[in-house]
Nanobody, 126 residues
Framework: QVQLVESGGGLVQAEGSLRLSCAASVGTFSAMGWFRQAPGKEREFVAAINWNWSNSRTYYADYADSVKGRFTISRDNAKNTVYLQMNSLKPEDTAVYYC????????????????WGQGTQVTVSS
């Protein structure tokens, strides 16, 4: 059974940084991504990364406009882990962050991801 386990959330002041990690217990996925959900809001796309297994290169990384230039997604395939480095955090980044995985290409639609982590809370104080 596939399990995605997130870690790295916490409380940080505005303009601070956090790094989230998501480790997949079994299986390898071409596409892994991060979504977030704030109280009373819908789950929204944050970032996703696609891996080209044939040449061992990052094929495509995608970011929501709201985080572009501040967040960086990366992956370590040897560890079956994806990371989200979050810099210059803002109070509006406060949310539960979820890791997701799917075969095939990346997607910004949360309902196209088959596997999900349990979520990790990120709180940014002003």
């Amino acid at each position: 059974q596939v399990q995605l386990v997130e870690s790295g959330g916490g409380l940080v002041q505005a303009e601070g940084s956090l790094r989230l990690s998501c480790a997949a217990s079994v299986g390898t996925f071409s596409a892994m991504g991060w979504f977030r959900q704030a109280p009373g809001k819908e789950r929204e796309f944050v970032a996703a990364i696609n891996w080209n297994w044939s040449n061992s290169r990052t094929y495509y990384a995608d970011y929501a406009d709201s985080v572009k230039g501040r967040f960086t997604i990366s992956r370590d395939n040897a560890k079956n882990t994806v990371y989200l480095q979050m810099n210059s955090l803002k109070p509006e980044d406060t949310a539960v962050y979820y890791c997701a995985a799917r075969p095939g290409s990346t997607s910004r639609a949360w309902n196209e991801y088959a596997y999900w982590g349990q979520g990790t809370q990120v709180t940014v104080s002003s």
